[in-house]
């Protein structure tokens, strides 16, 4: 009989993946400023002034200049960190359901 068991049992759990503020600053990411949108020091290219914009509420990041963004934190772990989206979403404590 086939196994019919996927690769990745389980699912994503948008409600579990971290806060936008803990989440960032777990990753060394200094967020300056007040409001939704923070300031940061770009991690995707050699910045010396904060480039790095990040929305507080959804976890969003564009920088200014060299347009590295995405909508959430789970983008900007795969993006940081060169994962997929099962890796990311795992480390992240958003992957649930079977083991
Ligand atoms: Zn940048």
């Not at 777990?26 to 991690?43: E, H, M, P, V």
């Not at 940081?80 to 649930?96: D, M, P, S, Y």
Request: with cysteine; proline share 3%.
């Amino acid at each position: 009989m086939i196994n019919a068991k996927p690769k990745y049992a389980g699912n994503f759990s948008r409600k579990a993946l971290p806060e936008a503020i803990t989440y960032y600053e777990s990753q060394n990411i200094k967020l300056k400023g007040s409001g939704s949108w923070r300031d940061a020091i770009c991690c995707f290219h050699a910045d010396t002034k904060p480039s790095l914009r990040i929305n507080v509420e959804k976890g969003a990041y564009r920088c200014m200049v060299c347009g590295a963004h995405g909508g959430d934190v789970l983008a900007f772990h795969m993006h940081k960190h060169g994962l997929h989206f099962v890796e990311a979403c795992k480390q992240l404590g958003a992957w649930v359901g079977m083991a």
